[in-house]
């Protein structure tokens, strides 16, 4: 049940910032460096601990810990700090997720591996109305539906790292990866074989998604002139 799953998992991450405000605030202040960036052991350590605790208290959706994420995005100095700040605000209904996401694209458009980056974060935003920024993005001038790794940074990132989105239960997710997998294998095979395993984990859903995940399954079996590669994947994932 991926709606109940994530709910609950909502629910007990924002029960831990409650219970443990204190806690988590000192942590991320104690862990907080004006010295120079460091790729050290120790110094990475801090930053994982520091967001770890900055994730959790932005789950308290105040105007305190919208402070500090949005604090943290603008004044950090390392990619680490960054992205952890926006893959936070990327989930929060809020005016700074718009602005931090076209500072984000100013700042390092011209870094392919780091746009990649950008372009991931908002197809694993749990916001409702996910699918329709990706399939907006796929309109957008950084993407190519031809760059292998512009493909797995958008349409990757949402199949895999986003299970209330690909999962729906109207199936407009499984709906939109059948017609990825069938523009794609007229592309680039290889691309198309490798995101359709996603859909032959039907057997772990509810009765509802098992049909729809097969059916799409299906869909791409039927598709005229399929690779062999594909064909190998979606039948082994509906059988």
């Known amino acids: 049940d991926v709606d109940a799953v994530h709910g609950a998992r909502e629910h007990l991450r924002r029960a831990i910032a409650e219970n443990l405000h204190d806690a988590l605030s000192k942590t991320y202040h104690a862990n907080q460096s004006n010295e120079a960036y460091s790729p050290d052991a120790l110094s990475a350590g801090r930053r994982s601990l520091k967001n770890i605790a900055l994730a959790y208290l932005s789950k308290l959706e105040d105007s305190a810990s919208l402070d500090l994420v949005r604090n943290q995005y603008y ?78 940074a958008l349409i990757g990132a949402f199949v895999m790292g986003n299970p ?21 294998d007229a592309l680039n095979p290889h691309i198309a074989a490798r995101l359709t395993p996603p859909l032959g984990r039907w057997r772990r859903f509810d009765a509802a ?17 399929l690779s062999s590669d594909t064909f190998e994947l979606a039948t082994k994932s509906l059988g």
């Open 75 to 152: 004044g950090a100095d390392n990619m680490t700090d960054i992205v952890a700040a926006l893959g936070l605000l990327i989930n929060m209904d809020v005016p700074d997720r718009e602005k931090a996401l076209e500072n984000y694209f100013d700042r390092f458009r011209r870094d392919g591996l780091v746009v990649e980056k950008w372009l991931s974060l908002q197809a694993m935003s749990t916001l409702p109305g996910t699918l329709d920024t990706v399939k907006a993005l796929m309109k957008h001038k950084v993407f190519s539906i031809r760059n292998p790794n512009k493909v797995r």
């Open 209 to 225: 998604r098992q049909v729809m995940m097969k059916a799409e399954l299906t869909r791409i079996l039927d598709a005229k002139g």
């Open 164 to 184: 209330t989105g690909f999962h729906a239960a109207d199936g407009s997710g499984y709906e939109f990866l059948g017609d990825r997998i069938i523009e794609l």
